[in-house]
């Protein structure tokens, strides 16, 4: 039976967080769900661990909270080490913001059954970005463009954080050895992923910006993403090497 479980990074998503996971549970697609929370000045967690007391979703939703905000790559990393000890088949990233709607559970589902890492592409046909100003939709595509000539990888939306892994995948990279930790995490995941040869494909997804909460993007987390991209074209062989 492959079990499957969605990492769901949180910081100060205390309007969003419930109505999220209502979605989620609401579809019944036998999906399990794992908050990792940066203990969150706004206390995100408490409403997270009120709903685990009344056991409001059958025991299917748990929360990690860590002491400290250490970025997204952090948060993330803790909660893949989770997912694989608890012998999780298949694990999903997705934003607790309500930008990744649920409705696409299903067909990555579908989908990773016949690959390693299924992202959830806003440039590929059918997808898009709802509700986001000139700018932000510049920046964004600019960023997967750029990744991809740097790094030669066949990935059309290469900064999203709405994907699935199947575990071989996580298991095949030491965490430790990461070089990046912040808004290039995801474009990191995908070249290791990309470059020890597992099958990475996309499935179109409409992106919806979120309403509420405080967007953490930045012109210094995005220059540098930027840089770090450079990086981690030039450690291509010893990332390979490390393997
Ligand atoms: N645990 C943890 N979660 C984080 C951290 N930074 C962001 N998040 C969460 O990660 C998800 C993605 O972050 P967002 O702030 O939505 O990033 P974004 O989608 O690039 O930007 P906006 O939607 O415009 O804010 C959300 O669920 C955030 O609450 C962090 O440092 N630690
Ligand atoms: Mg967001």
Redesign the pocket.
């Known amino acids: 039976m492959n079990k499957t479980v969605i990492v769901?990074?949180?910081?100060?998503?205390i309007d969003?967080i419930e109505i999220i996971l209502e979605k989620i549970f609401f579809l019944n697609l036998d999906i399990d769900v794992l908050v990792?929370?940066?203990n969150?000045p706004d206390k995100?967690y408490e409403k997270v661990q009120n709903l685990i007391n009344t056991n409001a979703y059958n025991n299917q939703l748990h929360l990690i909270i860590?002491q400290n905000?250490?970025?997204?790559g952090?948060?993330y990393i803790e909660g893949f080490q989770w997912a694989l000890q608890k012998n999780y088949t298949y694990i999903i990233e997705?934003?607790?913001?309500l930008?990744h709607n649920p409705k696409y559970l299903k067909v990555f589902l579908e989908k990773i059954e016949t690959n390693d890492l299924v992202i959830g592409s806003r440039y590929i046909s059918g997808g898009g970005a709802v509700h986001w100003s000139a700018l932000?939709k510049l920046i964004s595509y600019g960023g997967s463009l750029y990744s991809r000539i740097i790094l030669s990888i066949n990935v059309q939306d290469a900064?999203g954080?709405y994907k699935c892994f199947r575990r071989e995948v996580l298991e095949a990279i030491d965490f430790d050895n990461l070089i990046t930790t912040g808004?290039a995490f995801q474009i990191e995941m995908n070249y290791r992923a990309s470059i020890m040869g597992f099958r990475v494909s996309e499935i179109p997804i409409i992106f919806e910006?979120?309403v509420a909460?405080?967007?953490?993007?930045s012109k210094k987390i995005f220059i540098e993403a930027l840089l770090k991209v450079i990086v981690l074209r030039i450690n291509k062989q010893k990332i390979l090497a490390e393997q």
């Open positions: 769901m990074p949180t910081y100060n998503e969003n990792v929370d940066d969150s995100t860590r905000k250490e970025g997204l952090k948060a997705m934003d607790a913001d930008s932000r900064t954080g808004y910006n979120r909460g405080k967007s953490k993007m």
